[in-house]
Nanobody, 121 residues
Framework: QVQLVESGGGLVQPGGSLRLSCAASGFTFSYYTWSWYRQVPGKERDMVAQ????????NYKDSVKGRFTISRDNAKNTVDLQMNSLKPEDTAIYYCNAKGFHIWTRGRDYWGQGTQVTVSS
């Protein structure tokens, strides 16, 4: 059974940092693309950062480039999001996502339960 569990959210002041972690179980890590999304009430879920499970290719939402860094550890089955220079507009629920791209996992799409990040003074 596959599972994604996020942790690391919380309240932080503007300019501060947080590190989110996604613990993945039941996956063949390299067969998936790993992403962090975020969502605020009334808006669609939005991709923030993405990393391939098989190489070091990354992709970021323009507004977080230079501030956020996504990383993965295939041995520990974790995907982290380091968030620096946080702004109030980064406030959202952050979700971990695994999307299959390999011939054996194509079409599979999994989500964690989300973790709240609030940036406020």
């Amino acid at each position: 059974q596959v599972q994604l569990v996020e942790s690391g959210g919380g309240l932080v002041q503007p300019g501060g940092s947080l590190r989110l972690s996604c613990a993945a179980s039941g996956f063949t890590f390299s067969y998936y693309t790993w992403s962090w999304y975020r969502q605020v009430p009334g808006k669609e879920r939005d991709m923030v950062a993405q990393i391939s499970g098989s190489d070091d290719t990354t992709n970021y939402k323009d507004s977080v480039k230079g501030r956020f860094t996504i990383s993965r550890d295939n041995a520990k089955n974790t995907v982290d999001l380091q968030m620096n220079s946080l702004k109030p507009e980064d406030t959202a629920i952050y979700y971990c996502n695994a999307k299959g791209f390999h011939i054996w996992t194509r079409g599979r799409d999994y989500w964690g339960q989300g973790t709240q990040v609030t940036v406020s003074s």
